[in-house]
């Protein structure tokens, strides 16, 4: 049976499924962020697929206001991006948010 792709809903930046993020960009520099906002495929089907895309809303030193589009997963990874365990649109009462090391 095919696992069900639980990200396969397009949602606004604040609510993103994921949210990957790199503080200097290894080609572009700068801080460049990715929000996940929908997966075309399940995490299976993208492991097996080297041209697997996410529709994402990004901001980066180019664009701070941020662009929306579709991009490969291996320009996220290849970046040295990590995924926080956080979305950095959404207020909290906290204090300092760490990154994820997945």
């Not at 200097?24 to 460049?32: I, L, R």
């Not at 009462?93 to 994820?100: D, K, L, V």
Request: aromatic share 14%.
């Amino acid at each position: 049976m095919a696992v069900k792709n639980l990200c396969a809903k397009t949602v606004k930046p604040d609510q993103a499924h994921e949210v990957w993020q790199v503080e200097d960009h290894s080609d572009y520099g700068g801080t460049w962020t990715w929000y996940v906002l929908k997966k075309y495929q399940s995490p299976e089907r993208e492991a097996v697929n080297s041209y697997a895309r996410w529709f994402c809303y990004v901001t980066s030193p180019y664009s701070p206001h941020g662009d929306y589009g579709d991009t490969y997963i291996t320009t996220i990874k290849e970046a040295g991006a990590v995924k926080l365990d956080f979305n950095p649109l959404v207020q909290t009462s906290g204090g300092q948010h760490e990154a994820s090391q997945t």
